[in-house]
């Protein structure tokens, strides 16, 4: 005879026949009988996994067991044992039905595919966005991600619309975060995670995560991403709930998990890499009084090592946005890689610096920004000629509001809309060209022209004119400082 071992409590089973119409034939007690066949004789001599159901072979004849839990079953010709069929079930936390993972591959995302279908009892798809990190880091995803326990990785090339959609209308608006900080991973954050949102659509997910840290600014920016675009989505994040709380712990969790660990040599620094900037935190930077290594740096020359002869480079810009250079016009995302591959063999855009996180702390940051501190230089010197004085005050009031909202992680804000629909406006005059000369991690504007310009030379001239009587002057002045003269004359007693 025959044993089934079930791994439930229930008492309750129901029985039913799992084979071609052709074959069955039903008795009245709610087990269904066939013949033999060669699906079965198949199952005879392995284990089922089928979902939500055993398959047990009983002499020639084969039941399809449906119980309220798992039941494990390995089927032979002649006896039945134990067999585990994971049937969907809810995790220790809670339960999911399908989340989309933001994924890199690396050790903690790794881990974290497992952990979600343990805790939550969820399929997990992987999504890697690429914004421009480099080929390298998206080699092998596919593998690693199935590897760790996820049904599928979706890969999107994300590049010409981060820097369409999101770095050019920051270039355009001059944001810029406490003086230095030129928004690289502010502004790939909410692009990656309205990609997931799209995806999460695309495949019935009920759920996203992500693997930021409970300490940085990341973790706000997918999140409130999430809320702006799809609000009933379920959010996890595995850094705030689970009990991992290093690279050891996490390697010991994949080990007990048989995800493979990756073997990539582990960096010292933290880093995040897009087609717009390279940042690196953490070992010897957290000191700020510690000189940055050479050996750090990857996108950038030293200046010191960088070439004896400068070079001169043009960008053509239309309407406050770059579309050419040096007269060749290019894609966002083209003409952002060619100015990176310039700029970082001159040594432009380190920068040093220490910020303020969204979450309260201070932080130390160096970041390599070749191509964005070319098109800044570039886009600010030809506003120089558009704007005038008080239009342009009023967008560098604006600008630091702009660059907080993006670092905060609220870019589909209406404020940053409203915002970036006034910077549209006044920049539509903003067209021309400026010629830059890099040389040895400096950036210095030679020249700049526009057919918009509010310069006038017949104006501007010391030579005297038509149009300025420089008479004229007396009368402004004596205008111009009236409270001044009077609050003097008060305080003389006159």
């Known amino acids: 005879m025959a044993q089934l071992k079930a791994v439930s409590s229930s008492s309750s089973l129901n029985l039913s026949v799992h084979v071609p119409k052709r074959d069955l034939f039903l008795c009245s007690n709610n087990v269904s009988f066939a013949k033999k066949s060669a699906l079965f004789q198949e199952l005879g001599a392995g284990k089922s996994e089928l979902q939500g159901d055993a398959v047990v072979s009983i002499r020639g004849n084969a039941l399809r067991v449906h119980c309220n839990k798992g039941i494990q079953v390995v089927a032979s010709s002649d006896k039945v044992?134990?067999?585990?069929?994971?049937?969907?079930?809810?995790?220790l936390r809670g339960k999911l039905n399908k989340v989309v993972l933001a994924y890199s591959g690396g050790l903690d995302t790794s881990v974290i595919v497992p952990w979600l279908r343990e805790n939550?009892?969820?399929?997990?798809?992987?999504?890697?966005a690429d914004v421009g990190q480099g080929v390298g880091e998206l080699e092998g995803l596919e593998q690693k991600a199935k590897a760790s326990g996820a049904c599928q990785l979706v890969v999107k090339d994300l590049q010409e619309e981060f820097v369409r959609d999101f770095i050019f209308p920051c270039l355009r608006a001059g944001a810029i975060y406490e003086r230095k900080y030129l928004l690289g991973t502010s502004m790939a954050r909410p692009v990656i995670a309205k990609a997931m949102v799209d995806v999460a659509k695309e495949v019935g997910a009920d759920a996203v995560a992500h693997g930021c840290t409970g300490k940085g600014n990341d973790q706000v920016r997918f999140e409130l991403t999430f809320f702006a675009l799809n609000p009933e989505l379920n959010v996890v994040a595995p850094w705030r709930e689970w009990d991992i709380t290093g690279r050891e712990d996490a390697i010991e969790y994949a080990k007990k998990h048989n995800v493979p660990v990756p073997v990539t040599k582990k960096s010292i620094y933290s880093r995040d890499r897009n087609l717009w900037h390279l940042?690196?935190?953490?070992?010897?930077?957290?000191?700020p009084a510690n000189e940055p290594k050479e050996d750090m740096y990857?996108?950038?020359?030293?200046?010191?090592?960088?070439?004896?002869?400068?070079?001169?480079?043009?960008?053509g810009i239309v309407a406050g946005l770059p579309v050419s250079?040096?007269?060749?016009?290019?894609s966002p995302a083209s003409l952002l890689s060619c100015l990176n591959e310039i700029g970082g063999k001159h040594g432009i855009g380190r920068i040093d610096m220490v910020e303020n996180?969204?979450?309260?702390?201070?932080?130390?940051?160096?970041?390599?920004?070749?191509g964005g501190t070319i098109l800044f230089t570039a886009v600010r010197e030809l506003e120089s000629l558009t704007l005038d004085r008080e239009t342009m005050q009023v967008k560098d009031s604006l600008a630091l509001k702009y660059a907080e909202l993006v670092y905060a992680g609220r870019w589909f804000d209406p404020l940053r809309e409203s915002m970036d629909a006034f910077m549209e406006k006044i920049t539509e005059t903003t067209t021309g060209s400026v010629r830059l000369k890099l040389y040895?991690?400096?950036?210095?504007?030679?020249?700049?022209?526009?057919?918009?310009?509010?310069y006038r030379e017949d104006i501007s001239s010391f030579e005297s004119g038509q149009i300025y009587d420089q008479a004229d002057a007396a009368g402004f002045i004596r205008l111009y400082g009236l409270p001044m003269r009077v609050r003097a004359m008060l305080e003389k007693g006159i």
Do not use: Q, W
Request: hydrophobic share 30%; aromatic share 6%; charged share 30%.
């Open 81 to 91: 044992t134990e067999v585990y069929e994971a049937t969907k079930t809810k995790g």
């Open 120 to 128: 939550y009892g969820c399929e997990v798809v992987c999504f890697t």
């Open 279 to 287: 940042s690196h935190e953490g070992d010897i930077l957290e000191d």
């Open 298 to 315: 990857m996108m950038s020359t030293s200046p010191e090592a960088a070439p004896e002869k400068p070079e001169y480079v043009e960008i």
């Open 325 to 330: 250079v040096n007269g060749e016009k290019l």
């Open 357 to 370: 996180r969204l979450v309260g702390m201070k932080s130390r940051g160096v970041y390599e920004t070749p």
């Open 440 to 454: 040895k991690g400096s950036v210095s504007v030679v020249s700049r022209t526009s057919p918009k310009s509010l």
